[in-house]
């Protein structure tokens, strides 16, 4: 969802540092200083004026302790973990803070969060690339372990004895010799006044208590009473609603508009022009929403005026008969196609796709002489705090940003459109304003998953073995849009989940051909293994058909060095009772795929009526994520992963006619529901090694396990997503 | 305008909206009750669900005029401590992901379980399929409501 190829490294390496310099220039005195200051409740990082310090150490003494920027403890014994991600349902606020609630020893009941407030002393907060635990797995675990060893120091200066005899367990500080024990909380002044450890030593393996365990999560409560705040429920006093209407064309802008009908709506304050659209502001949300019915607008809908799906998919055709840039070349490549004893060719086709979080876009800013403070719920603090900067003529530091929960993100929360809107509006109408998008605002103005066209060929030997595997693709690039794509390479973020192909096939070739038409693109959960997966995975199929293979062997057979692929594909096919005869109509489909450091495998059962209605029954789902940090969120994204996928591949798809997407709600964008939610089975293959992601690798198999499913009921394949439009 | 009378929770309010305002926006707006969710503006979602006079309704289809007078339930109104048995039954299952299309869930669920103490998956599936999530956590309200159906005890 964020960048996941080239600049993964990068953002690794933020993550990394973002603790680091702060820890080295954290002197005695300055940490001094900065456990005075904490206990005023000031978000305030390490470098701290001299005098400003010595004022509030005498003003306020230390009463909660903050060792480092990810965690204050109480007097009370209260642990609050600072959360530099976001938080959208994925749960990285309750594994971030089991990471260091498992190096402190703290008692997991007496744990809270908290979301952090973009800063340098935080990095890059972006969050996505199921990036979120991997990226923060040593600092969170390092932060808690240095509070660890300064409070078991605390308590062994107290009782004069050796640190090295004392330990930390739930909460407190025990002296197993001598039987004496304190709570976390009567150490914490005494702690606030050692030195932080630079190299605290972490804990063993096999002495987690926490990790791979599934406590409840942190963030539950506010979910179910109505307290927990999303970007769309802040209110701020004297703040105006604004609604903002943009060009339906993708790139037009106003020309000129008519604001007299919109103004006598009451409560209606003003209409403005905003960037190339137009914001009517009032009271509240509706005097806003029938203000905008009111406003007369006329757009210059400017070069994509005539742009359709139609249009979109004739020029695809017409580039898959050039060659693109090479993405992968194994052995002879397509040349060996021509040694092969039966060749099969197929074309495979996704749309583009809306995110539809059920939190529409939202922004609350308020610009006020040197200052501006932002409530979002946004994938990127880090990137919102630049963007409010450079739309209010500010510099970051002079900009908070308040992150909310997100009531979704998938992918779309890293752009900061609404964001900009209401800091240039609070900039001209000198108020906090909020700017709310309707569903049909967020389904039409979004940066959409692309749609891609593929040609597959493969050749079988004279045993039936394939040989060989070329696969040419025509796809918008994201990366190529957003201009971060590597110079003089495939765009990454068409090729992850194509490229890189699993099985063990000895020539193949994979090249692209990126072609923009201009609808706007964005990162979609999974991104580009979000379609390719599909494709890939549904052509192997075809190749087993082809070679009268059953499609688990065939796997097994190309995958036999593989082994996190197979562990986890003979896994889901073993809890699926693979080979047992299913009814007429019925049909199995398997699907396997590796990213984002994972692996997971699913079958799915699927019914298929006479009048064509497709009903996905079951699903088994096996998953190795290395090593997991809380079992239970593991399962519920594979299960989210799947539900959103299922979406995606049953009813998904976005398009366009007259410049304009046609789709603007969930009646015409339908998205899976309760009833058409298969029972799905998650079951674990975990393998121990190194952390793999987890919002995004969940989603990518459940297209091709049903759509192959579809392919083994009928015999025949399904080439065309949404297979509901098929 | 005649200001117009909401109960809501139990407290009477009077507010001086347009009467055509949609009950969601005098929840959110005019009293700040903020747990009630916009998510489609049509009625298809239902993360605008509350209770009127005990039934559910989208409030996003309900304006102030129809609701005035009658009895509305939020989700700040279903228990004063988050402890309904729905609101715990959906602890237990560790139900919400992003949280957004919750309050809406629970509300559909306690006015299912009003009409049928202990629904079937398919009494389950009819009515809830009116309440759509993003992020898949339709097998856990399933079983969070069967829970809650059985006094939490399962």
Do not use: N
């Given at each position: 969802m964020s960048p996941t190829g080239k600049s993964r490294p990068a953002a690794r390496r933020r993550a990394g540092e973002q603790c680091a310099p702060a820890e080295r220039a954290l002197s005695r005195r300055a940490f001094l200083k900065t456990g005075a200051l904490a206990g005023t409740g000031l978000v305030i990082a390490?470098?701290?004026?001299e005098a400003l310090a010595a004022a509030v150490t005498k003003a306020a003494p230390a009463t909660r302790w903050k060792p480092n920027a990810y965690l204050i403890v109480d007097p009370k014994g209260e642990v609050t973990v600072i959360i530099a991600?976001?938080?959208?349902?994925?749960g990285s606020s309750t594994g971030l803070a089991m990471l260091l609630a498992e190096e402190l020893e703290a008692d997991w009941t007496k744990v809270r969060i908290q979301q952090a407030i973009p800063?340098?002393?935080?990095g890059n907060m972006s969050t996505g690339g199921s990036m979120s635990i991997r990226s923060l797995w040593e600092p969170m675990r390092k932060a808690g372990a240095q509070a660890r060893e300064m409070l078991i120091a605390a308590a062994a200066n107290q009782w004069k004895v050796?640190?090295?005899t004392c330990r930390a367990e739930h909460g407190e500080v025990v002296h197993p010799p001598s039987g004496r024990r304190l709570a976390f909380g009567a150490l914490v002044a005494a702690a606030a006044k050692l030195p932080v450890p630079e190299k605290p030593v972490l804990e063993e393996r096999?002495?987690?208590?926490?990790?791979g365990t599934s406590p409840?999560?942190?963030?539950?409560p506010a979910k179910v009473d109505g307290r927990a705040r999303f970007g769309t429920d802040v209110r701020v006093p004297g703040m105006l609603y604004a609604s903002v209407l943009q060009c339906?064309?993708?790139?037009g802008k106003v020309q000129g508009f008519d604001p007299a009908a919109a103004l006598q709506v009451p409560g209606v304050v003003r209409v403005e022009r905003v960037g190339n659209d137009v914001a009517v502001l009032a009271k509240s949300t509706w005097a806003a929403l029938r203000g905008r019915e009111a406003l007369r607008v006329t757009w210059?809908?400017?070069?994509?005026?005539?742009?359709?799906s139609a249009g979109i998919r004739a020029k695809f055709v017409e580039l898959a008969g050039q060659p693109g840039q090479q993405a992968r070349k194994e052995g002879r490549g397509t040349e060996a196609l021509a040694s092969a004893a039966r060749t099969i060719e197929a074309v495979y086709e996704v749309p583009f796709l809306a995110h539809a979080t059920m939190e529409p876009m939202n922004c609350t800013a308020h610009v006020q002489p040197g200052s501006c403070a932002v409530w979002v719920s946004t994938q990127n603090g880090s990137s919102a705090q630049r963007a409010a900067a450079e739309a209010a003529g500010l510099?970051?530091?002079q900009v908070t940003i308040h992150m909310t929960f997100l009531?979704?993100?998938?992918?779309?929360?890293?752009?900061h459109d609404p964001l900009v809107q209401a800091v240039l509006l609070s900039k001209a109408v000198h108020a906090p304003v909020q700017v709310f998008w309707t569903r049909e605002d967020d389904m039409q103005h979004d940066f959409y998953r692309p749609a891609t066209y593929n040609v597959l060929r493969a050749g079988l030997d004279a045993t039936g073995a394939p040989i060989a595997w070329t696969h040419r693709m025509v796809a918008p690039g994201i990366a190529t849009q957003m201009r971060f794509?590597?110079?003089?390479?495939?765009d990454w973020s068409s090729i992850d989940g194509a490229a890189n192909l699993?099985?063990?096939?000895?020539n193949i070739e994979v090249d692209l051909v990126t072609h923009d038409p201009g609808v706007p693109l964005g990162f979609w959960r999974s991104v580009g293994s979000s379609q390719n997966a599909y494709v890939v995975e549904c052509f192997l199929d075809e190749v087993a058909a082809a070679a009268k293979r059953d499609p688990f062997e065939l796997r097994r057979e190309l995958l036999k060095d593989k082994p996190q692929h197979l562990a986890v594909l003979e896994l889901a096919a073993k809890q699926a009772g693979w080979g047992t005869p299913l009814p007429k109509g019925q049909g199995r489909g398997i699907a396997v795929h590796g990213c984002f450091g994972s692996f997971v495998a699913q079958v799915a059962e699927v019914e298929v009526a006479t009048a064509g209605t497709v009903r996905v029954k079951r699903v088994f789902c096996a998953v190795d994520?290395?090593?997991?940090?809380?079992l239970d969120l593991v399962r519920a994204q594979m299960e989210s992963g799947i539900i959103y996928g299922l979406s995606a591949a049953l009813h998904g798809q976005i398009t366009l006619e007259k410049g304009r997407v046609v789709q603007g709600n969930f009646s015409d964008y339908p998205v899976v529901t309760m009833a058409e939610t298969p029972l799905i089975e998650v079951h674990f293959a975990l393998s121990g090694g190194e952390l793999g992601g987890i919002?995004?690798?969940?989603?990518?198999p459940i297209a091709p396990a049903v759509a192959n499913a579809i392919f083994a009921a009928t015999?025949?394949?399904?080439?065309?997503?949404?297979i509901a439009g098929v | 305008m005649p200001a117009i009378r909401l109960i809501v929770n139990g407290a009477a309010h009077s507010i001086d909206v347009d009467?055509?305002?949609p009950l969601l926006w005098a929840l959110?707006?005019?009293?700040?009750?903020?747990?009630t969710k916009y998510g489609?503006?049509?009625?298809?979602?239902?993360?605008?669900t509350v209770h009127l006079d005990g039934e559910p309704m989208r409030s996003c289809q309900v304006t102030v005029a129809q609701a005035a007078g009658k009895q509305v339930v939020t989700i700040e109104g279903l228990s004063p401590d988050g402890a309904h048995p729905v609101q715990r039954a959906w602890l237990e299952e560790q139900v919400?992901?992003?949280?957004?299309?919750h309050s809406g869930q629970i509300m559909a669920a306690v006015a299912l379980l009003a009409k049928q103490p202990d629904p079937s998956d398919a009494d389950i599936d009819q009515v809830m399929s009116a309440n759509l999530c993003r992020c898949g956590t339709y097998p856990r309200i399933r079983r969070a409501i069967h829970r809650a159906a059985k006094g939490g005890a399962r």
């Open positions: 390490f470098h701290v004026p991600r976001s938080e959208m349902g994925q800063a340098p002393k935080y050796a640190p090295g096999k002495d987690w208590r926490l990790i409840a999560r942190l963030d539950g339906p064309v993708f790139g210059d809908e400017g070069a994509l005026a005539a742009l359709d510099k970051p530091e009531g979704g993100g998938f992918g779309r929360r890293h752009q794509a590597e110079k003089d390479k495939p699993p099985y063990a096939i000895p994520c290395g090593t997991a940090v809380h919002g995004e690798p969940g989603l990518p015999g025949k394949p399904v080439r065309k997503l949404p | 009467p055509e305002m959110r707006d005019t009293l700040g009750l903020t747990g489609c503006g049509a009625g298809i979602c239902g993360a605008c919400p992901q992003c949280g957004y299309c």
